[in-house]
Nanobody
Framework: QVQLVESGGRLVQPGGSLTLSCAAS????????MSWYRQAPGHQREWIGTTTTTGAYTNYADSVKGRFTISRDNAKNIAYLQMSSLKSEDTAVYYC?????WGRGTQVTVSS
């Protein structure tokens, strides 16, 4: 089972941008769809988006569409979540997932 590790979370001002990374432990990464989720305090985990094995197709939740972009580099076993026009309501712990494998998450805080 692939191991996933997220990184890149930090404090960012409203309207700012941030890119998160999700590093996978082995090359099976390239054979699976990749999804991002987030969970804000007191809320259920929310699906953000999913990209296919090659990154050719990606779907997004309405709440992030047009602001977030998911990409992947299968040669490096890494996926990315590019976030822009960040809002306070984007504050959450962000997770990546492949099948039943989840990372431990990385905290993103949007605040002035």
């Amino acid at each position: 089972q692939v191991q996933l590790v997220e990184s890149g979370g930090r404090l960012v001002q409203p309207g700012g941008s941030l890119t998160l990374s999700c590093a996978a432990s082995d090359s099976s990464f390239g054979t699976l769809n990749m999804s991002w989720y987030r969970q804000a305090p007191g809320h259920q985990r929310e699906w953000i988006g999913t990209t296919t094995t090659t990154g050719a197709y990606t779907n997004y939740a309405d709440s992030v569409k047009g602001r977030f972009t998911i990409s992947r580099d299968n040669a490096k076993n890494i996926a990315y979540l590019q976030m822009s026009s960040l809002k306070s309501e984007d504050t959450a712990v962000y997770y990546c997932r492949q099948r039943s494998s989840w990372g431990r998450g990385t905290q993103v805080t949007v605040s002035s």
